[in-house]
């Protein structure tokens, strides 16, 4: 008997802890028991996602990217540089990002910047000025592509737009970076190491503290600008400080992994040094796109657990909640509101924001609603919400894109699904969405 009890309890217990780290309200917590479970949330999920290869693939193929991309953008980077001078600046960034290849990293650096060196965009001509342009977009368009799938963004910026916000990234980028640096230098250098005195005695830590310091400010805007939708600056910040401390251990893994595989390069031979580029171009994207993830599921923590209570659709009352969301947008339009966003619908509702992305869409589909185009796109109805039925709201919810749903014919079940859908419209006897907000403001 005793040894029963022992085993219950032992069972309730893990229950209780399976439903506190998997489906527990965190706003019903206290904060720091919130912070430990969605920490341990992010973590589970994020390793969820590269078992089930969905940020290795997207890493994988931005190594590819990059391989074709790499000398071009660092050619038109290098021009840019030269005017200001700071050109000297580029091999040193470059042999830095590589530092955790020994030797090897600083024999890639010589032969990218020798290739560099060879390309004038001055004399190449327009089809060669064309490609280098090409060659930059198409690599930050796969990086935008890659995070914006991670944010769960499906509506692209416009192609202009991606243009000019792109080049302005990639030239401007680097010389705010350096400008920055030399005006650190400048500043113990100069008068300021003469006013104060003891300014110097800082500069060591300045000097350790500044790489890290700008190795975050670059994930920062990446994982702010790049997702075309509202990115949190506090979850941006959270993925690039990880994202950042990533990095140096990596950094240090990897290092230590390269001084200690000299049968790898017995092995390789003269491939030994690509290789080991490819490897650690793979390691700098997959903690790129980890970081992304991490500011993703911070700022949405429904994210985290969504596929444990909501493996398909029809795991929840679609019905009902498409209703309810068609509701708080007429209540923004009657009130003079700004229109709602999937995100503000999903805190709202607490619902993973996937779920009003689907419901939207799908509303979208059935002229029920319309996006307005700006960031991130707020939805308003199409048509007079007297002329919109709660049945017409329901319908929208089913899934109707996909052939394999399709189902033989079951004698006697096709009519009583027959019979549920006509009680439900003698139920709601056409009852439209005005009607619907006139009973809510009647509470």
């Known amino acids: 008997m005793e040894g029963k009890e022992s085993a219950a309890g032992v069972k309730t217990m893990a229950g209780s802890l399976k439903h506190t780290l998997f489906y527990a309200d965190l706003r019903q917590m206290p904060w720091w028991k919130a912070f430990l479970v969605h920490t341990f949330r992010i973590i589970f999920a ?47 960034s470059l042999q830095s990002f590589l530092s955790p290849m020994g030797d090897k990293g600083l024999e890639i650096t010589n032969y990218i910047m020798a290739l560099v060196e060879r390309v004038d965009p001055g004399v190449l001509g327009s089809v060669g000025l064309v490609f280098l342009i090409y060659a930059i977009i198409s690599m930050v368009s796969k990086v935008e592509a ?7 963004v499906e509506v692209h910026r416009p192609l202009v737009r991606r243009f ?41 830590y300045v000097d350790m503290a500044l790489p890290n310091a700008l190795v975050t400010m670059i994930f920062l805007f990446l994982y702010k600008a790049l997702p075309n939708d509202r ?70 923590p429904l994210e985290t657990v969504s596929r444990n209570f909501m493996r398909t659709p029809a795991a929840m009352d679609l019905r009902r909640l498409s209703v309810e969301i068609s ?15 999937s995100e503000g619908l999903a805190r709202r509702l607490h619902v993973p924001k996937k ?13 029920l609603v319309y996006a ?59 009852m439209t969405l005005e009607e619907l907000l006139q009973d809510q403001g009647k509470k």
Request: with cysteine.
């Open 146 to 152: 890659s995070i914006n799938e991670i944010w769960g």
């Open 372 to 430: 307005i185009d700006r960031r991130p796109p707020g939805f308003v109805f199409s048509r007079p919400i007297d002329q919109i039925n709660i049945s017409t709201i329901m319908d929208a919810s089913r899934v109707k894109d996909a052939p394999f749903l399709k189902h033989e014919p079951v004698n006697g079940l096709d009519e009583l699904m027959k019979r549920l859908d006509e009680a439900k419209e003698q139920i709601l006897d056409n």
């Open 355 to 367: 779920l009003t992305d689907h419901l939207l869409n799908a509303m979208e589909q059935a002229s």
């Open 231 to 300: 990115v949190s600056l506090i979850s941006a910040l959270i993925g690039a400080v990880c994202a950042c401390l990533l990095w140096q251990v990596s950094s240090w893994a990897f290092a230590h992994f390269v001084a200690s595989s000299s049968r790898l390069a017995e092995l390789y031979s003269v491939f030994a040094t690509v290789i080991i580029f490819f490897i650690w171009l793979n390691f700098a994207w997959l903690i790129i796109l980890i970081g992304a993830s991490i500011a993703f599921y911070h700022q949405y």
């Open 46 to 92: 994020i390793s969820r996602d590269i078992y089930e290869d969905r940020i290795t693939l997207r890493a994988t193929s931005l190594v590819y990217t990059t391989l074709l991309s790499i000398v071009p953008t660092f050619a038109i980077v290098f021009s840019v540089l030269k005017s200001f001078e700071y050109h000297n600046k580029l091999r040193d």
């Open 164 to 204: 000019s916000d792109y080049l302005s990234a990639v030239i401007l980028g680097p010389v705010l970076i350096l400008i920055i640096l030399g005006i650190m230098a400048n500043f113990f250098a100069g008068a300021a190491a003469e006013s104060f005195p003891g300014i110097a005695e800082i500069k060591p």
């Open 327 to 341: 509701l708080l947008i007429g209540q923004a339009h009657e009130r003079g509101y700004t229109p709602w966003t």
